[in-house]
Structure formats: structure tokens, C-alpha cells
């Protein structure tokens, strides 16, 4: 179960002058899901297009199956790849029914009727397979294009923005969908995503991607959890950094100060990483903060608290126990623990910004 | 020149080629670049030609002569396009923006003229107004005029052009207009202009890349005309060209007058495309709301009428009219009609050829050039544009000299005539395939690839079968511009071999209205077919 299904090694790719992948490796297992998760513009799309042989790597190599099929000298093209792909707007061949577009990969030695007629069970669409392409709602084409992708066997099925195209209350029905449709068929797979709840809840393994560079590939919890890059804190949900200074083993901050595990020089500038459920406020005439802007988000209150530094940090609190005032002053506590994270800033800058990525 | 074009295209290969994988079939390619070849053949035969006279060439483009010719074709040119943009600015603005009474069915009237060959006019000009024409036979009778002014030469050709020629600018404007945004005019008045100066200020300068782009259709339209100017006896560069075909033959100076046209015929389009880009930006900036207010003429109502009949009159009823009226007169003087269909099956024939012969060339063009984007294959698209620029009497005399001396088994063969058509009608097969071809997502070939196609493969079973409606479109628009095309079917066609277009032509020549009335009329209703599609998708467009 531990054969490699795709390995990109050292990738880069330039259009003309613009370098859209810088150096990308990435190995994934047979079997598993790995989302690739970056804003737009970001090389995601690229690498997904580089992996089925649509472009072609300025540098590096890649590999499927235990083949090389991009690499010095080497260039094999898309059709021999065995690479099945899903495009965002599905690109059903309009002219073909759903029976002829999902036997169009089949080679000729398979039963085709045989096969078409256990790929359409496999996505639930039995009896549609002598509907047109336009006859279909946009849930049934994706599973069509799904089926399609699939019925030649793949080693690899790429998936690029897949739910991109439907509502937001359809999506989160059919990716559960299509994660158990893809999972049934033992497919691996990559996918491309802007959305990180879609990344962290499909993805066995998700790699976040900015301005072409791998920033991080790890599991959705590693990556929540212990963010490499305030880029990836950022992107994979809300976050927020506290400046702070190393004295005798412990990070002082304006909050008050926590012991770290790992050894840094004293008088090191860092900033913590804080996400809004670790951070708790109670009222206090004498604590450090004020609230500035109180949220409702339903079952939470999100609130904002403005530090004497002039930083802010976000709190979430339940609504049922914690309604409080704009302007009330609040002490802030933070609930660390085991779970710091901070990033150094002689390595790292990064500039906490009121434009966080919403969920 | 071979050699620096191969080394720009391997430069590129590896530059922004929208695929890196994107290394064209070698068919789609060779069939590609023969084609541009084909079509670079005429014209780098004549520069040979009027290369080979060396400083005898100048001598004669020098003479006075040559410079009366270039005199008479720049004041028809300019003339014309004068004329028709003063006929289509009000036309345009009475029937999309004012509640003048009738306005639908007046748009549609001002623009049928197009579909008339400007022979067609020219036959209906002589017939009506000149010598022992209709209207001085009615004037004959009663008034016993005896002579009417002058129609031959400049007047006549003049008129003749500018009523087949102004719906060029007309159709451009009427869209131009449909695609103003009246909330920009709306604020215009708020800011205390009014009608006139908004329409000077606002209104007016968004109009100016359509009205660029149309005045220089009708320039090309004007200095390409062979038809109207010949049988209106007005030596432009076209007439002239012939003239020195048919009577002395000088193949230097034919060739060197024919350069100085495709020089003028290539500035007025390399014009017209640099406008076309700003057209199309300003109408895509602008297509955010419609719905004007239309302005009420009151008892400028009647003006307003009169002024588009009189447009209607002459372009569409007197043309009618006079053709009714000569057919009648032919029929009663048993004017055959085998012969006409005789002419049609050959002009169908013909036509059918080009057509295909065209489509099947167009298609790699199109799909090179939309698929695998490069200079190179660019380079390939832009050169079969030359057949805008190249007067169909340019071509014809190129391939006259050619075959005659290089290619003797085709000379005087229906081959060398589709090859001319081809070369001629090119440029609209790829545009009407290019533009289906745009339509198709690059994803399904993609698709296609990953489902184990070849790009050879993926091309057949996907891309063709789904501009399937594009290459008919295209081949069909090749068909009916082959029926009207006159002087390379003059030139080029087998001894015998006549078709509708050359037997009016032959027939106005010689005076004998009757027997060109009918081969006319069943020109212009086929010549209308692709209006009538056009006007009727058009409208199912703007319905849904």
C-alpha cells in the first residue's frame, strides 16, 4: 500500500517571464487525497495541468506510477499517462451522450457496455446514460465527468476546482458525495481548491500553495494546527500574531508570557500565532485590552480586542455566557498550552493584517 | 525568408505557447503552411513581375496617365465614403433612437442593398438613366428630351457605388449605437448639456470607431470595385488594369498598377484594423443597460421620412423596379431562360468547388491559429488576410501571367478559377471557423488527451464534429460571395464557361438589358439567402 502514485521532484515552470511553479516536490501514496490549496495565481492549476502532461516542467521530474513521464529529456504526452482529470466546468464533449462520453476512454479489447453500465452504479446516475450533456443538472454532470475520468482506470484522477461551479448549499452535499464515490473506486487523487474547509475535509493530505512555492504539505490537521508559514496560519483559517520577545526560556508578550519547548537565543523577536477559539477574555477594569468590535455570528460572538500596542487579537466567545459591550475592558488569556505556535522573525516576516481569510 | 520564419517559431516553442505541450499535428501544419503559400503565390508573382521592369517600371507608374487613374480612384474613394457616411449617420439614429414612425421596418430597407452586386447597380443605372434608358424613353414621349446629362463616368460610377457601398458604415453604426449605454447621455443632461451638445460631446465621439471602421470598409469596397466602374466607363485602378489586359496586353505596366492598388487596398486595411480593436473596446466598456429613451422628432417626423425614402427609393426600388421592369420586357420578348439556368448550374458548380476547396483550407488555418498559438501560426492566419487586400482583378492577372507561362495545364481550367476564389475568400471561411472555434473550450481536447486521443484523434472525434455549424457557415459564405464575384471569374474562366455574374456583366457591355434582367434577379435572391439567416439569427439572439 506504500507504492507512490505521483512524485514531483524540484518542479519549476515559467511562462515567459512569470515564474508560476518554483521548486514544488510532493509525494503522494496510492489511495490518498491531496488537495492543493492557494489563492489564485498561486502555481495550483499549473501543477495539476504539469502532473497530466498539458504543460510541460522547465525543470525537474515527475513521475506516476513508478514512471517518469516529465523530466530531463523525457516528455510523455497526455494521452499515454494514465492521469484521468475532472476540469471545473466538467468539459462534457456536447456532441456524445452520457453513454458515449464516459466510453470514450475505454480502450477497444473492454466491454464497453459492461463498463459504462458499472461506472454509472458507481455514481448513482443508472437510466441517464442516453441523456445530452445540457439535459443534466450541474451535480449529474460533475458525477458524469467523474464516471468518465474513472472508467479508464487511472492511476492518478486530477480534480481541478470541482465544486467551484455549484451553489454553497449544494457543494458541501455533493464533495461528501464525490469523497465517497472516489473512495469506493480506491482512486488517488490530487484536487485543486481555493476553499480550505474543502481542502482540510477531502484531503488526506493538503498542500498549500503561494506565489508558486510549496509553503507546506502535511495532514489538515498538521497544517491547522502547526502552520510552517503565517501564510498558511492565514490561509487555513482565522489567525492572528502577537509580537513577543524570548527571556529566560519563556516568550513575554503584552498578554502576559508562556514557557516554549525549544531553545531560542535570548532577546529573539517572535510572533504567536493565535487562532480566536484559543483566546479567552473575561471582563476587568484592570485588563489590558478593550473591546472594539463585537461580532454575531449566531452561536458565537467573534470579538475584537485592541491591545495597548495597538495590535489587535480576536476572541471567540458563546453567546449564551460571554455578551459584552463594545469598549468594555477585558484581561486576555491565552490557551496555549501544548500548541504554540510562533514564527521567528529574523527568519520570517509577517505583518498580521486586518484582512484575514474568512471561513 | 523561410529560414528566419523557422527560427522565430522555434524561438517561441519554448516561450508563452499556451500549451507546453502544444507541438501542432504535423498534417494540421504541412496543410497550414501550404495554404499560406498558396495564397502568398499571386502576389509575390506580380512584385517579381513588376521587379523584373526595374526603372522602366517607374517611367510608366510616373506618367500622367497613371497619375489621372490614381487621381479619379482616390476622388471616387473618398466620394463614396463621404457620401455613404453622410446617408448612414441620421439613417442610423432615425431608426434606433428616435420614435419615427415604421423605424423596424426602415432599418431593415436602408440595409438590403447589400446583397446587390455592384454590377447589378451598374446594369440598373445604365438601364434607367442612360442614353435610350427608361427615363429618357418616358421623357421622350412627352417632352421630347433627347439626351439626358451625362450618366457615364464619374457621376454614374459614383452613384452606383455609394448605393451597394454605404451599409458597410450603416450596419456598423446601427450596432454601435444598439450598444450605447444611455445612463452615460443621462448623465450628460443632468450636468446641463443638452440634446445637441450631448449628442456632440457624449454620444457622437463613442461612435467614431464604428464610423472609422465602416468608412474604411466602403474605402476597400470602393477601390476593389470592378464592376459598377467598368460598366460606368470610370477609369479607376481596376478598369485600367483590365483595360490594359484586353487591348495592349503590357503585362509590366498591369503589374506595376496592380502593385500600386494592393499597396492602397493593404494601408486602408492595415487602418481598419487598428480601429477595430478600439471599436470593440468601446462597445464591451459600454454593453452594461439598455434601455433608451427615444427621442421624439415631432415635425421633424415628415424630414425624417422623406430623407430615408429617398434612400430606400434609389437603393432598393429603383434597382427592383428597373430589373422588374426589363425582366417583363424580356419575357414578352421571348428572352429564353435555359440559357440562365445553364449560367446558374455553372456558377453553382464553380462556387461549390471554392467553397469547399476554401473550407477545407480555412480549417487548418483556424485551428492552428486558435490551438497553437505562436508567431508563427499568427503569421500563417495574418497571411491569408492578403485576400482583403488583394482586388479580385488583381489576383485574376496574376494568375492570367502565371498560368499562362508557369502553370500551362492549368491555365484556362476550372482549377486555376477555384484556386483564385480560394485565395479571394479565405479570409471569411477562417474567420467563421475561427470564431466557432473559439466557442469550443480547449478543456474537452484536453479531456479528450487524458482519455488516451492523440491531438490528431482528439481533433476528429471532438473539435470538427462540434464546429461542424462554423465550417458550414463559412463554406456557405464562400459559396454565395463566388456567385457574385466578377472579374477573376471574367479573367480566369475556360473558354465557354459563362455564369450569372459574367453574362450580366456581358450583356450590360453590349446594351442588351433583357437577356441581364433575369440571371440579375436570380443573383440577388441568392445573394440574399445568408442576409435572411443572419438577420434571423440575429433576432433570436436579441429574443432570448
Known sequence: MNNIAVRCSDITKSFGRTLAIQGVSLALEEGKFLALLGPSGCGKTTLLRLIAGFEAPDRGTIEIGGRTVSGPGVFVPPESRRAGIVFQDYALFPHMDVNRNIAFGLPKNVDHRKRVQEMLSLVGLKGLEHRAPHELSGGEQQRVALARALAPGPTVLLLDEPFSNLDADL????RAEVKDILTCAGATVVFVTHDQQEALFMGDLVGVMNAGRMEQIDTPQAIFEKPATPFVARFTGMADFLAGTVQDGLVVTEVGSLSLHDSIPQGERVSLMLRPNLVNIRPDPTGVGTIAERIFQGSHYLYRIKLPSGATVRSLQDCGCADYPVNTRVSVELNLDHNVVYFRESRQVCEPSDGEVTI | MAIGIAKLATARIGGRGRAGYARPPAALWLAAALVAVAVLLPLAYLVLRASGAGTELWGLLFRSRTLAILGRTVLLVIAVTGISLAISLPVAWLTQR??????????????????????????????????????????AGPFGVERL???????????????????YILLPLQSAIRGLDP?????????????????????????????????LLVALYTLRDFGAVSLLRYETFTWAIYLQYQTSFDRVLA???????????????????????????????ASVSRSPSYVRL????????????????????????????????????????????SYALN?????????????????????LDVRYPSLFSRLLERITYIGFALPGIVIALALVFFGANYATLTYQTLVMLVFAYAVLFLPQAVAAIRSSLLQVSPRLEEAARSLGRTPLQALMAITLPLVRPGILAGAGLVFLTTMKELPATLLLSPIGFKTLATSIWAATSEG???????????????SSVPMAILTIRGKRQSDE
Open chain 1, 171 to 174: 457543494r458541501i452535499r455533493i
Open chain 2, 98 to 139: 428616435t420614435d419615427l414612425p415604421l423605424r423596424r421596418m426602415w432599418s431593415i430597407l436602408t440595409a438590403l442593398p447589400l446583397v446587390i452586386p455592384s454590377y447589378v447597380v451598374g446594369f440598373v443605372i445604365v438601364a434607367a438613366l442612360g442614353p435610350r434608358g427608361i427615363l429618357q424613353q418616358a421623357l
Open chain 2, 149 to 167: 446629362p451625362e450618366i457615364y463616368g464619374f457621376p454614374g460610377a459614383l452613384l452606383a457605388v455609394t448605393l451597394v457601398a454605404y451599409p
Open chain 2, 183 to 215: 445612463r452615460l447621455e443621462e448623465v450628460a443632461r443632468s450636468l446641463g448639456h443638452g440634446r445637441w451638445d450631448t449628442f456632440r460631446r457624449v454620444v457622437l465621439p463613442q461612435l467614431r470607431p464604428a464610423m472609422a471602421a465602416g468608412a
Open chain 2, 255 to 285: 503589374a506595376g498598377l496592380s502593385l500600386v492598388l494592393v499597396v492602397m487596398a493593404i494601408a486602408i486595411l492595415f487602418l481598419e484594423f487598428r480601429t477595430r480593436g478600439k471599436a470593440q473596446y468601446h462597445r464591451a466598456a
Open chain 2, 298 to 341: 415631432g415635425g421633424w417626423r415628415w424630414p425624417a421620412l422623406a430623407f430615408c425614402g429617398l434612400v430606400v427609393l434609389l437603393a432598393l426600388v429603383m434597382p427592383v423596379s428597373v430589373l422588374g421592369y426589363w425582366l417583363a420586357r424580356g419575357f414578352s420578348g421571348g428572352e429564353t431562360l435555359w440559357l440562365t439556368s
Open chain 2, 347 to 367: 456558377s453553382a458548380y464553380v462556387s461549390g468547388l471554392a467553397a469547399a476547396a476554401t473550407g477545407i483550407g480555412a480549417i487548418a488555418i483556424a485551428i
Open chain 2, 512 to 526: 442588351s438589358f433583357a437577356r441581364a434582367a433575369f440571371p440579375a434577379v436570380v443573383l440577388i435572391l441568392l
